[in-house]
C-alpha cells in the first residue's frame, strides 16, 4: 500500500501490512525520495514502484526494492512497470520530454541492471509465454489521419505485428484466451485472436 510517512509531508511511501496489522515501511529507508503504484514480483520478493518525477522525463523513475526494505535502487525513467512471468525482467515505457515523437518502451533486467531500448510503443504488457509483450503503437491510415493499433512482438528483437485498431490486449494467467477491449465492448477471443465474442460493454478488464 501507498501511503504518508508524516502528515506534514505530501510525499508517499510504500508500506507492507502485516498480518497483525502491523505497518512495514519499505521504501524511504535510503533516501528521500518517495513511491508509489507498488507492484509485487511474481516470487513476491521484491517490488517495482515509481518515484516522483526527476530529470527530463515526463514521468517519474522506474525502482525496484526488497521486500525487506532492503537493496532500493533507481533504474530509469519511465511508468507502468509489468514484471515478466518469471520474475527476470520488467517493462515499461517512456513519452518523450519534448516534442510529439512517439513514447519509446525499455526492458529491464532485474539482475543486472541493464536498461534496453526495444522501440517505439506504449503500454506494453508480458504474454503469458515471457518472451513477448503486447502494446499500442500509432499507424497512418489513408488520408494521413493517425491512430492507435494494437501490437505484439517479441522483447528480443524482430518485427511487430498488428493486430487491430483502437484495441486493449489482456491474457488470462494460463495463456489459452485474450480478452479485447475495443470501443467500449470487451470481447473474449482464443489467445491467438481467433473466434472473438463479444461478451459484456465497459473498460479496463481484470482476469
Known amino acids: 500500500m501507498v501511503r504518508q510517512v508524516d502528515a506534514a509531508d505530501p510525499t508517499t511511501q510504500v508500506f507492507i501490512v502485516e498480518a497483525d496489522g502491523i505497518f512495514r515501511q519499505v521504501t524511504g529507508l535510503s533516501n528521500a525520495l518517495g513511491a508509489s503504484f507498488p507492484a509485487w514480483s511474481p516470487d513476491g520478493t521484491q517490488l517495482a514502484f515509481n518515484n516522483p518525477k526527476v530529470g527530463s522525463g515526463m514521468f517519474g523513475q522506474v525502482g525496484i526494492v526488497n521486500a525487506d526494505g532492503t537493496g532500493e535502487r533507481n533504474l530509469g525513467e519511465g511508468r507502468d512497470h509489468q514484471w515478466s512471468p518469471d520474475g527476470s525482467r520488467i517493462v515499461y515505457w517512456e513519452s518523450d520530454p519534448v516534442g510529439d515523437e512517439e513514447t519509446s518502451m525499455f526492458l529491464l533486467d532485474v539482475t543486472t541492471g541493464e536498461v534496453r531500448d526495444i522501440g ?41 505485428e498488428m493486430i487491430a485498431q483502437d484495441t486493449t490486449a489482456y491474457w488470462s494467467p494460463d495463456g489459452s484466451s485474450v480478452l479485447l477491449e475495443h470501443e467500449g465492448v470487451i470481447s473474449l477471443a482464443a489467445a491467438d485472436f481467433s473466434n472473438p465474442r463479444e461478451i459484456v460493454n465497459g473498460f479496463a478488464p481484470v482476469w
Do not use: N
Open 120 to 160: 517505439f510503443g506504449a503500454m506494453p504488457r508480458w504474454l503469458p509465454d515471457g518472451q513477448r509483450i503486447s502494446f499500442i503503437r500509432t499507424i497512418e491510415l489513408d488520408g494521413g489521419a493517425i491512430a492507435p493499433a494494437l501490437h505484439v512482438m517479441s522483447v528480443d528483437g524482430g518485427e511487430a
